[in-house]
């Protein structure tokens, strides 16, 4: 009965993308359908044959499969739950391909591995819209660091007056278990679990909600390990590397198109150069398109500072350049940065060397942020866009400390897909 309560009122708290009948229905069409159709349409005769029918009855089980085990194993709701789409698809198509294997039952490959490609596309984009579309409604336990909650949007807080399993507990329970909880508390918190109500540590919820890791000073506590994803980060080198080199023939033609407006629409050079911090803290000089006028003179101390800040309707930005910074096109450069192994295309954005080392004195945990290679795009970028006072910038490295601790493959594509929503609306440009 309990039961019944707590997920009825869950999910009016979730977004259609994130029910599951919704997402089953289009699954079915789109990750199901859409390819076996689409062996119909090349081949008449596909539709008519046996393993045309095993492909749409594998591709069927496997995704509606691959859909219950990341709904299974999604441990946080938030950002975090990118995380579980692969795995979990990849596991079920894995699966039934070994059974359709050892069953010797005929199947078509392509039809399957499309399955799969828009299963991944798909839930990835679902989840991506339930994240942001979802109110979600926690009970919060009152004792130690509750008070931060406020700071969280879209999320409603209650908070409980007594130990006592709530009626509907919503999206589940929050506790900030470094705090001296008590007896009762925690009687109420294993009966929680044992109820089956998520039961939820402030600090991992706030990270997995905001994005953001929290900054009190670099420790294991707050970072998991002071080593980002070794592994990762070399097939990301990879991987950096061999798009730099397919996608440079393709954006010539853009390329040479900007260089002659920037050419016709203001004197000075063509490319910007400025002496950045880059990966382990060494400086390397960053290539981007000119968008501003150029500097009259030279300049250092107080004066070199404020010239690396772009403020708000920054007067010195050209007509050209408004648009390219709107639309990130002058950071298209940097690909050859990316090809000198000083750069990657994800990864939080480099800053001017006189910048960062004024970040660092007042921030001292501020240079950890060099672990990872710079990158023309990053979580920061796409959740805050340009900053440059303290202020800011202290908020900007939740973020950036936060991918430096998830680094993974799931989030330098959700990076990818709101960078494509970024270049659209020129949003955060300066």
């Known amino acids: 009965m309990l039961q019944s309560r707590l997920q009825a009122h869950h999910g009016t708290t979730r977004s259609t993308a994130e029910r599951l009948r919704a997402q089953i229905l289009i699954g079915l069409l789109v990750a199901v359908a859409l390819p076996w159709l689409a062996g119909g349409r090349f081949n008449p005769e596909f539709l008519q044959y046996d393993n045309s029918r095993n492909s749409l009855m594998a591709s069927a089980v496997a995704m509606i499969v691959g859909l219950m085990l990341f709904r299974r194993f999604r441990n946080f709701p938030g950002v975090r739950a990118y995380e579980y789409v692969l795995p979990s698809f990849f ?3 894995g699966a039934v391909a070994a059974v359709m294997l050892v069953l010797r039952l005929d199947y078509v490959v392509s039809v399957l591995l499309g399955s799969l ?17 979802s109110t979600y409604v926690f009970h919060v336990v009152p004792s130690g660091d509750v008070a931060q909650l406020e700071r969280v949007g879209n999320v409603e807080w209650v908070m409980l007056s007594e130990p006592t399993l709530p009626v509907s507990a919503g999206s589940g329970i929050v506790v900030d278990l470094r705090a001296d909880l008590g007896d009762q508390w925690e009687r109420m918190l294993a009966d929680s679990a044992l109820a089956g109500v998520p039961v939820y540590h402030l600090k991992q919820l706030l990270e997995s909600i905001t994005g953001q890791l929290e900054i009190e000073h670099i420790s294991e506590n707050s970072l998991g390990s002071l080593a980002p994803n070794e592994g990762y980060g070399k097939l990301k080198q990879l991987g950096d590397y061999i798009a730099a080199i397919v996608l440079l023939p393709v954006l010539t033609p853009l390329l040479l198109l900007v260089a002659l407006s920037i050419w016709l629409d203001s004197r000075g ?50 007509r050209v350049g408004r648009f390219l910074r709107r639309t990130r096109i002058d950071e298209l450069p940097q690909v050859l940065n990316i ?92």
């Open 91 to 93: 596991t079920s198509y």
């Open 117 to 133: 490609a828009l299963s991944l596309l798909t839930f990835f984009i679902m989840c991506y819209i339930g994240v942001r579309s």
């Open 269 to 318: 050079s063509i490319l910007f150069r400025q002496q950045r911090m880059g990966f382990r803290g060494k400086p390397f000089t960053v290539f981007k398109f000119r968008t501003m006028l150029p500097a009259s003179g030279s300049y250092t101390g107080e004066q070199a500072r404020e010239r690396a800040m772009t403020q708000s309707d920054d007067h010195r930005i050209t």
């Open 339 to 430: 090809l000198r192994g000083e750069m990657s295309w994800i990864g939080p954005r480099p800053e001017a060397v006189t910048l960062s080392s004024w970040y660092e004195r007042e921030l001292p945990f501020y240079s950890y942020r060099h672990v990872v290679k710079p990158g023309i795009t990053g979580w920061a970028q796409v959740n805050q866009g340009h900053v440059a006072e303290i202020g800011e910038v202290h908020y900007k490295l939740c973020y950036d400390f936060y991918y430096i601790k998830y680094l993974s493959a799931w989030l330098d594509a959700l990076i990818l897909f709101r960078t494509v929503r970024t270049v659209i609306t020129g949003s955060g440009s300066k």
